[in-house]
T-cell receptor, first 111, second 114 residues
Framework: DAEITQSPRHKITETGRQVTLACHQT?????MFWYRQDLGHGLRLIHY???????NKGEVSDGYSVSRSNTEDLPLTLESAASSQTSVYFC??????????FGPGTRLTVL | AQTVTQSQPEMSVQEAETVTLSCTYD???????LFWYKQPPSRQMILVIR??????QNATENRFSVNFQKAAKSFSLKISDSQLGDAAMYFC???????????FGTGTRLTVIP
């Protein structure tokens, strides 16, 4: 069955380190998204991509970057991790602008 | 950016009873989509129901239905015959017809009492 996966599921890192969270989908969806989830804020959009080589900033993009070199993957990089980036991160994908399907999430702790 | 408001941080319902979760949104667009997602303790985001703004008929999925009031910008979720497995966080979300981006509310935690 087609699916969307995220790795790692849990990550603990230190302030200032570079961290990359992986997202992989097998639906061949053009659109991929990264969100963070924090108490009191719901899910907020970090970055998104509408196709290979396309990337765009979302609502809370500072301190994050993405690159899209193929259809299946959209890795999220924290260039220099900060404690404010402790959160749960969700990747999602969709065909065209249809319903988004979410991965299982990655819990990131920055100490 | 569009805003989505869920004014009920927590709700509870007796098993087998009906509960309604509220959601309002702010937009100047006329063509858009609305969603309810469920997030159980496993953290997985699961689509419950979606509504196209151009459709007057309210969407229904088994025990889940919506009351879509476009003029009032209101989109409530009704869960009938509540089950223990319905206990979760529920998020309302908005998407413009011209963009793939979702805007979420802050969520409502639903407890189902046996």
């Amino acid at each position: 069955d087609a699916e969307i996966t995220q790795s790692p599921r849990h990550k603990i890192t230190e302030t200032g380190r570079q961290v990359t969270l992986a997202c992989h989908q097998t639906w061949n969806h053009n659109n991929m998204f990264w969100y963070r989830q924090d108490l009191g804020h719901g899910l907020r959009l970090i970055h998104y991509s509408y196709g290979v080589q396309d990337t765009n900033k979302g609502e809370v993009s500072d301190g994050y970057s993405v690159s899209r070199s193929n259809t299946e993957d959209l890795p999220l990089t924290l260039e220099s991790a900060a404690s404010s980036q402790t959160s749960v991160y969700f990747c999602a994908s969709s065909e065209s602008w249809d319903t988004q399907y979410f991965g299982p999430g990655t819990r990131l702790t920055v100490l | 950016a569009q805003t989505v408001t869920q004014s009920q941080p927590e709700m509870s319902v007796q098993e087998a009873e009906t509960v309604t979760l509220s959601c309002t949104y702010d937009t100047s667009e006329s063509d858009y989509y609305l969603f309810w997602y469920k997030q159980p303790p496993s953290r997985q985001m699961i689509l419950v129901i979606r509504q196209e703004a151009y459709k007057q008929q309210n969407a229904t999925e088994n025990r889940f239905s919506v009351n879509f009031q476009k003029a009032a910008k209101s989109f409530s979720l009704k869960i009938s015959d509540s089950q223990l497995g319905d206990a979760a966080m529920y998020f309302c979300a908005y998407r413009s017809a011209f963009s793939g981006n979702l805007f979420f509310g802050t969520g409502t935690r639903l407890t189902v009492i046996p």
